[in-house]
Structures are given as structure tokens and as C-alpha cells.
């Protein structure tokens, strides 16, 4: 079964104060490991999409990692507004189809960034 | 554009009464998919369609549990006889089906369901 660990589970960082998210997975036969960000109350925002090891993608302040057994999420110089709960899903193919379907979620990183 | 929307964005209802929420995914998308979390968890995949034809159903997904996609555009989550742990956030998401397989999920704000 598809496992995806998130670490830590809540983090506070000053303002400036630059970081690291992991996530650590296990999955059959990968096809892609997702990072998304969930503000209270909404649904969670598309970020990012890793396909295989080595891969790296930016966006802002914000750059994820992938390697064979887990991702990372760097947050350089955040700011206020960065604060949010960071999802980490896998996608793995399908048990009844054999296509890329379900993501499996970790459980998430609460970020909090202060003045 | 529009992104993926879902209705009512609040439901409270009493225990053993039915409840039914609605999903419309973004225009192009051909798969939609069915989620549920709850507080402090990631969400949990209930189901997913695509076109009309409902393709995986999580064990999770209790004969309580129905959904529909009839035309292949919007669909339906209905839940019967609701028990109080059905309370969660109910969220949507939709995607295009790619050949390489892998593809983006975008969510929608989510239904959030409190059971009385």
C-alpha cells in the first residue's frame, strides 16, 4: 500500500528564516509525487509535479526535490503570506486500470511564518 | 476560466437524513475525482470517474455512498442515511487525462459536511 510520512508537522519560522519540508514515500512503481498548498477552509492549490529522481522545479520562494524515497520542499526567505498547510501526494498506476488515478496524501506541514 | 467549483460550500444536516453535493469540474477535464478529509488528515480518495464511467472506488467508500457522473461533465456525491462520522470536507477535483498517464489534480473549495 501507497504510504506518504510528512515531516515536521507544524513549523514556525521568522520571517527571512529559510527551511526545509520533507516527505518521505512508498509506492509502487511512482508516476508522479505532487506538493500542494491548502489555506484553512479551501481546497488544496496545485504547486508542483516531480516525475523522477533528480528532478528539481521552482516557483518564488518555493523549490521542490525528488529523489527515490523522498521530496523536499524548500522555502527560501518566506514571508507572512507562505503560511499554510503543504501537502505531498503520490500518484502510483492504478490497482483496477493500470493508469495513473488516486493521489495518496501525507498528512501535511503547517508553516507558520511571523513578522 | 473558471476552476473547479462545488456546491453548497456548507451542509449541516441530522444524523439519518441524506445529503447530496454537486461537482463541476474545469471544462476540458475528462476525469474527476472524489475526496474526503478531515480535520489535521490529507485528504482521502473516495472515487474517480472518467468520462461518464466511474473507474476505482476506495474500500473506504461504504454502500452508504453513491456517486454519478452521467454526462461526463458534472457530478454527484450523495451520501444516505448520514452517520456522525460522515462530518468532513468534501473535496472535488478534476484532470485531463494525458497518455503518459501522470497528470495534475486541481481541487475545488470543498463541501463541508457536518453531521448532527
Known amino acids: 500500500e501507497d504510504q506518504v510520512t510528512q515531516s515536521p508537522e507544524a513549523l514556525r519560522l521568522q520571517e527571512g528564516e529559510s527551511s526545509s519540508l520533507n516527505c518521505s514515500y512508498t509506492?509502487?512503481?511512482?508516476?508522479?509525487l505532487f506538493w500542494y498548498r491548502q489555506d484553512p477552509g479551501k481546497g488544496p492549490e496545485f504547486l508542483f509535479t516531480l516525475y523522477s529522481a533528480g528532478e528539481e522545479k521552482e516557483k518564488e520562494r518555493l523549490k521542490a526535490t525528488l529523489t527515490k524515497k523522498e521530496s523536499f520542499l524548500h522555502i527560501t526567505a518566506p514571508k507572512p503570506e507562505d503560511s499554510a498547510t503543504y501537502l505531498c501526494a503520490v500518484q502510483a498506476p492504478g490497482v483496477d486500470t493500470g493508469t495513473a488515478s488516486k493521489l495518496t496524501f501525507g498528512t501535511g506541514t503547517r508553516l507558520q511564518v511571523t513578522l | 476560466d473558471t476552476g473547479v467549483s462545488q456546491d453548497p460550500r456548507h451542509k449541516i444536516t441530522k444524523r439519518g437524513q441524506n445529503v447530496t453535493f454537486r461537482c463541476d469540474p474545469i471544462s476540458e477535464h475528462n476525469r474527476l475525482y472524489w475526496y474526503r478529509q478531515t480535520l489535521g488528515q490529507g485528504p482521502e480518495f473516495l472515487t474517480y470517474f472518467q468520462n461518464e464511467a466511474q473507474l476505482e472506488k476506495s474500500r473506504l467508500l461504504s454502500d452508504r455512498f453513491s456517486a454519478e457522473r452521467p454526462k461526463g461533465s458534472f457530478s454527484t456525491l450523495e451520501i444516505q442515511r448520514t452517520e456522525q462520522g460522515d462530518s468532513a470536507m468534501y473535496l472535488c477535483?478534476?484532470?485531463?487525462?494525458?497518455?503518459?498517464?501522470?497528470?495534475?489534480?486541481?481541487f475545488g473549495p470543498g463541501t463541508r459536511l457536518t453531521v448532527l
Open positions: 477535483a478534476s484532470s485531463y487525462k494525458t497518455s503518459g498517464g501522470s497528470n495534475e489534480q486541481f
Open positions: 509506492v509502487s512503481g511512482l508516476r508522479g
